[in-house]
């Protein structure tokens, strides 16, 4: 479950929100932030619709500094996404399956490069809801982890989580 253009794309680091189904087929709504070596960074859109056809809208980056909210929030046939509280738009009329998972990320796919955020300012994932029929959660399925001895990540706490380039200080 990866951002756009993520397979064999040189320089590829984003960190997103997302909402997805874990039985097959797998499939996912997310909206987040990516940069890539040839087209910048952007804000981006990706959904699967019922047939897991993959569709990726994207649209200006927020500013550098900033704090940015993203939520994604699945409606009978359609997703809304969200940043900093306004509407990108609807999207996947017609989309019936129903989520059973969210999840939240920072990825790269390539050593030489850095993943989002270093370990002085870390990527952090603050005040993470998940919303069911009206119903508050703040944990997660699972507890990040380590991937590398390059990468860390970490449950600071309720609804807290952080990743960050070990060898990087920004």
């Not at 939520?71 to 999207?91: A, E, I, K």
């Not at 490069?113 to 959660?137: A, L, R």
Request: include cysteine; charge should be negative.
């Amino acid at each position: 479950m990866s951002p756009p253009g993520s397979d064999g794309v040189a320089g590829l680091v984003a960190a997103w929100s997302m909402l997805d189904r874990t039985s097959a087929p797998i499939l996912w709504a997310q909206v987040g932030w990516w940069k890539d070596y040839y087209s910048g960074r952007a804000v981006f859109i990706q959904y699967r619709d019922n047939l897991n056809n993959a569709y990726t809208y994207t649209f200006a980056p927020k500013a550098l500094g900033t704090y940015t909210t993203y939520q994604v929030m699945s409606y009978s046939g359609y997703f809304d996404f969200l940043v900093n509280g306004t509407s990108l738009g609807s999207y996947g009329a017609g989309v019936t399956w129903t989520p059973n998972e969210y999840e939240f990320h920072g990825e790269t796919h390539n050593y030489d490069d850095q993943m989002p955020g270093g370990y002085s300012t870390p990527e952090t994932f603050y005040g993470v809801v998940y919303k069911n029929n009206g119903i508050n959660w703040t944990s997660v399925t699972n507890t990040p982890s380590a991937s590398s001895t390059i990468y860390g990540t970490l449950k600071a706490g309720a609804g807290w989580y952080e990743v960050w380039d070990k060898s990087c200080s920004s």
